[in-house]
């Protein structure tokens, strides 16, 4: 297991930017595959981004291709989600999640072992 805790979650206009990170603390930081998921009112616990322990693999859902990006710093032992052009129906809790060590990522919240409490993100229109 490893401690996980989100910030820079909050309100912005549509078209903002905001990013997130994720500060791990517990077991090794680099043996973790990493990643992003997010849950809206009402709505299922959906995968957004991955990262391999390396930081050269990535994965991202298909709605966030060319606005986010995922990356970690495995000395500061931190991954962050750069949100660019958001939209109003990107509004949701962002959870930080770390899996084994594996690529490609597991394929949902349940190969995920390890889980942030989540950041408030919210895009108005």
């Known amino acids: 297991q490893v401690q996980l805790v989100e910030s820079g979650g909050g309100l912005v206009q549509a078209g903002g930017s905001l990013r997130l990170s994720c500060a791990a603390s517990?077991?090794?930081?680099?043996?973790?595959?990493m990643g992003w998921f997010r849950q809206a009112p009402g709505k299922e616990r959906d995968f957004v981004a991955a990262?391999?322990?390396?930081?050269?693999?990535?994965n991202y859902v298909d709605s966030v291709k060319g606005r986010f990006t995922i990356s970690r710093d495995n000395a500061k032992n931190t991954v962050y989600l750069q949100m660019n052009s958001l939209k109003p129906e990107d509004t949701a809790v962002y959870y930080c999640?770390?899996?084994?060590?594996?690529?490609?990522?597991?394929?949902?919240?349940?190969?995920?072992?390890?889980w942030g409490l989540g950041a408030q993100v919210t895009v108005s229109s």
């Open positions: 990262i391999n322990w390396g930081g050269y693999n990535t």
């Open positions: 999640a770390a899996a084994p060590g594996v690529w490609p990522p597991p394929g949902g919240p349940a190969g995920f072992h390890s």
């Open positions: 517990g077991r090794p930081f680099r043996s973790f595959t």
